[in-house]
């Protein structure tokens, strides 16, 4: 069987590092990305061979269309996006600027707009896409203080699966959302100080695999929740 390859983004560290890993050691490619070079060589070492540290700035759009040409032009075809790359800033929506504003738009709803855009032509037939969001941009969610610009731009996101899965739908490609609740992670420590998730890295990143490879079976344009709780439930 031909092997199947993965993007993930937001790979050297947290949940996406993890879902990385779990992919390698289920035998797929894994094309691993963020900035941080020395932690995704961290991750090759441990994931093996099958893994390649893609260093890119998403927030970059001259950087991403450079990697992304130069997969094409390789003839690699991506069976699943896992577009996990997330920035977090936790400040009063009196305090924010508009260039904290803009920051967090590019690096977390146009890192996955130029994305997508640029790996279309690469996608295999019943690609899946799945978007990392957040329970702060699910509709209806408790909200908290701080996150405003954060949680503004995960709710995009979501919005954004559902369009695109009406729009790539021709191409049998399937685009879900998955709003995550507390997982304990770098990022979680700066929205929450001191807050213990119920659910590690790890946890979540078989998750996300398993969601990736057969969820798109079940669901297509869904924003769905997954969370044991919200941080001060
Ligand atoms: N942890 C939680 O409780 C929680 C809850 C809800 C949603 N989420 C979402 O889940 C995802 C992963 O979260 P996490 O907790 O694992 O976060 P994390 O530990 O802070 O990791 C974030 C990852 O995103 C990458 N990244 C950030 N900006 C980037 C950029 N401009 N270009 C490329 N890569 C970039 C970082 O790598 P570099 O710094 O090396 O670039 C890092 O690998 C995020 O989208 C987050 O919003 C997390």
């Not at 959302?177 to 998730?197: D, K, S």
């Amino acid at each position: 069987m031909t092997k199947k390859t993965v993007v993930v983004t937001g790979a050297s560290r947290g949940i996406g590092y993890q879902t990385a890993l779990k992919f390698a050691s289920e035998g797929f490619d894994v094309v691993a990305m963020a900035r941080s070079k020395d932690k995704l060589g961290a991750l090759c070492t441990e994931g093996g061979e099958c893994i390649t540290a893609a260093a890119v700035d998403l927030s970059d759009a001259a950087q991403i269309t450079a990697y992304c040409r130069k997969l094409a032009a390789s003839g690699t075809k991506i069976d699943y996006i896992v577009h996990n790359a997330g920035h977090l800033i936790n400040k009063p929506f009196l305090e924010l600027t508009d260039q904290d504003w803009y920051d967090l738009l590019e690096a977390n709803l146009m890192s996955g707009v130029r994305l997508i855009r640029e790996l279309h032509a690469s996608l295999s037939r019943q690609a899946h896409i799945v978007l990392i969001g957040s329970m702060g941009g699910y509709q209806g969610s408790s909200k908290f203080p701080g996150l405003s610009a954060y949680s503004t731009s995960k709710a995009a996101l979501a919005v954004l699966a559902e369009c695109l899965a009406v729009e790539l739908a021709a191409n049998d490609i399937r685009v879900n959302c998955l709003c995550l609740g507390a997982v304990q992670t770098e990022m979680l420590a700066m929205a929450f100080p001191g807050f213990e998730a119920p659910v590690s890295a790890g946890e979540m990143g078989d998750y996300l695999y398993d969601f990736a490879v057969n969820g798109s079976r079940f669901f297509n344009g869904k924003v769905l929740p997954v969370s044991l709780s919200d941080p001060q439930a």
